[in-house]
């Protein structure tokens, strides 16, 4: 299941990872949809997120996904709750009032999943398997980025017009390639993850893309430029012909000059107490 995030017109992959500093930092008083809905889903053809200012949907998603996107955790880091957390699919829409960013609207659906679906929740740290990110021999190739503009999902940029050169934002991870061969492009990205949903870095694309937390031990600093490619399906770096890309983690040694090793390590989790299904809205 690709999940996915339009935000002014750009499209953008959810990044899924856990930052413990935002994710408990509630404030008092927590915003709220000004209209939502929640229906059993129909049709389970399409799946996905979108946000745009003010109004957030959800086409097709389980419960354990919702939770994943409004508390800013990946779905495999999210641990007990019912078995219908899974297999039910749900259709979600909330519209603010105003133009509300998208850290705004995550608080809110926060707060929809509370009260809709009864949901009680708590996160706790316990060791697990992670991968450490350390420089390999010859040290790091990443591109240090020439400067970027600061991209903040609250307070959403203008469209750029025709013609007009198109702003670097920090932050901008592209994705590409098919089911043999994948590519992913950076462009004045961190190392690890900084303050906002939408500011991806690059151990947070790591843990997102080896579903499980990558943790940093480079010591580097700084927004870099990077590009990556491997073969997806390859869960070992013997010699094949037929898949013509490394392993990832073969990629990220070439290519970037950095070395992932398997590991234990604090890992956050988010532990549902309870939840019920919503009766109507």
């Keep these: 299941m690709r999940l996915f995030l339009q935000v002014a017109g750009v499209l953008l992959i959810v990044a899924i990872v856990s930052m413990p500093g935002l994710a408990q930092s509630t404030p008092a008083v927590r915003p709220a949809f000004e209209v939502a809905t929640i229906r059993e889903s129909r049709d389970n053809a399409t799946t996905g997120v979108r946000g745009t200012t003010g109004l957030l ?3 097709s998603v389980p419960l354990r996904v919702m939770i994943s996107v409004a508390y800013k955790t990946r779905p495999s880091q999210i641990i007990g709750g019912p078995s219908w957390t899974d297999s039910a699919m749900f259709d979600v829409q909330g519209k603010a ?6 850290d705004a609207m995550l608080l809110m659906l926060q707060g929809l999943l509370e009260d809709r679906f009864q949901l009680k929740i708590h996160r706790e740290i316990r060791e697990g398997a992670v991968y450490e990110l350390t420089a390999a021999k010859g040290g790091p190739r990443l591109k240090p980025s020439s400067g970027c503009v600061p991209f903040d999902p609250n307070h959403l940029p203008r469209q750029t017009a025709p013609g007009e050169a198109t702003v670097n934002y920090c932050g901008r991870v592209t994705r590409g390639g098919d089911d043999s061969r994948r590519t992913v492009d950076g462009k004045s990205v961190d190392i690890v ?11 947070g694309f790591l843990s997102d893309a080896l579903d499980r937390t990558v943790i940093d031990k480079t010591g580097l600093t700084g927004a870099f430029d990077f590009h990556l490619e491997w073969a997806p399906q390859r869960t070992s770096d013997a010699p094949s012909d037929d898949l013509g890309a490394p392993s990832i983690f073969t990629a990220v040694q070439e290519q970037l000059g950095l070395r992932l090793q398997a590991g234990k390590g604090p890992v956050e989790f988010l532990v549902i107490d309870h939840a019920e299904k919503p009766s109507g809205n």
């Design 57 to 59: 949907t959800l086409k």
């Design 97 to 102: 009032a105003g133009a509300a960013g998208t």
């Design 193 to 203: 993850p900084t303050i906002g949903l939408l500011a991806p870095s690059l151990t």
